[in-house]
């Protein structure tokens, strides 16, 4: 069963533009995953944020995590055409026992 | 390490067929997890085995599919008879820890149509 659900569906910006993604949830979690995925192949683990933490940086992304609002967003700064992706949240529970659900996604389009 | 190896990458098939894929998970990793991709619905979860046991099947759509782990470097996802409704990508990712904080790694996924 799906946990997450990211918002925009779909977002296009320019090079050297932010692009923030949303990640809204539904019941409890242990920590929050984001992933991206190119056309065509699997998905690539982008960062993880716990539960008990409520920021998090890894070079040019920036992850936010509000568990009272059971929201997350992903900011990339500066983003490159080799940033178009898609972009998955994906959140662990106990009720799920810990294994992974995943949001349906961002698609995000960086035009040169 | 090469990664989680999933074949074949493509498979097209006759509805009624059978229909195998097949999983290598990254050597030392105790999680293994099946997932299928559609349009409509994401990424579901179908099965995830620790150390070669099923743990949940749960998201297992029907009597229909089966999953295998023999031992700890191979899976497979089978699913007898197919029809056109299973047409998805499916991918198959292995984790060294679950609810501790380990990220996945997929395979490339393969791409089924069932025609």
């Known amino acids: 069963s799906q946990q997450g659900e990211e918002d925009p569906q779909a977002l296009s910006i320019q090079e050297g533009e932010n692009a923030t993604m949303n990640c809204s949830y539904k019941?409890?979690?242990?920590?929050l995953q984001w992933y991206r995925q190119n056309s065509g192949r699997g998905l690539v683990h982008l960062i993880l944020i716990r539960s008990n933490e409520r920021e998090k940086h890894s070079g040019r992304l920036r992850v936010t995590l509000d568990t009272s609002k059971k929201s997350s967003s992903l900011l990339i700064t500066a983003s490159r055409a080799a940033d178009t992706a898609s972009y998955f949240c994906a959140t662990d529970a106990l009720n799920s026992g810990y294994a992974l659900n995943f949001g349906k996604g961002t698609s995000l389009l960086v035009t040169p | 390490d090469a990664g989680v190896i999933q074949s074949p990458r493509h498979e097209v098939t006759e509805m009624g067929q059978e229909v195998t894929l097949r999983c290598k998970p990254i050597?030392?990793?105790?999680?293994l997890f099946w997932y299928r991709q559609t349009m409509m619905r994401g990424l579901e979860l179908l099965i995830y085995?620790?150390?070669?046991?099923?743990?949940?099947d749960s998201g297992m759509p029907e009597d229909r599919f089966s999953a295998k782990m023999p031992n700890a470097s191979f899976s497979t996802l089978k699913i007898q008879p197919s029809e056109p409704r299973d047409s998805a990508v499916y991918f198959c990712?292995?984790?060294?820890?679950?609810?501790?904080?380990?990220?996945?790694?997929f395979g490339s996924g393969t791409r089924l149509t069932v025609v």
């Open positions: 990712a292995s984790s060294l820890l679950i609810g501790a904080g380990g990220g996945y790694t």
């Open positions: 019941t409890s979690i242990n920590n």
């Open positions: 085995f620790n150390n070669n046991v099923p743990i949940d």
């Open positions: 050597s030392g990793h105790d999680y």
